[in-house]
């Protein structure tokens, strides 16, 4: 993509990407959400963070971390303390 196309999509001047692509103007964090909306990455990759294009999570996690945000806190702690094994088991294996 040029310049030009993306500060229109970006709705600022063209020396404004200049500047961020050669690192004299750091990015907002509204830019970033931008960014990542116009070229379907992560975060995370546009930031160099990861070489994933997008984030490693699987529609079905996705599906199940939407519910588990969308439920009352007295569900989600009945829910922590089922999965606090699993978590105990995990943090041993990478210690």
Do not use: N
């Not at 199940?64 to 945000?69: N, P």
């Amino acid at each position: 993509m040029k310049q030009d196309d993306l500060a229109s999509r970006l709705s600022v001047r063209r020396q404004t990407v200049s500047r961020y692509e050669i690192g004299q103007l750091d990015l907002d964090t509204d830019t970033i959400r931008r960014l990542c909306e116009i070229f379907h990455v992560s975060a995370d990759y546009l930031l160099g963070f990861s070489s994933r294009r997008t984030p490693e999570i699987s529609p079905e996690d996705m599906e199940l971390l939407a519910a588990y945000h969308a439920a009352t806190p007295e569900i989600r702690a009945i829910i922590d303390t089922a999965l606090e094994p699993y978590k105990e088991k995990r943090q041993t294996a990478a210690g």
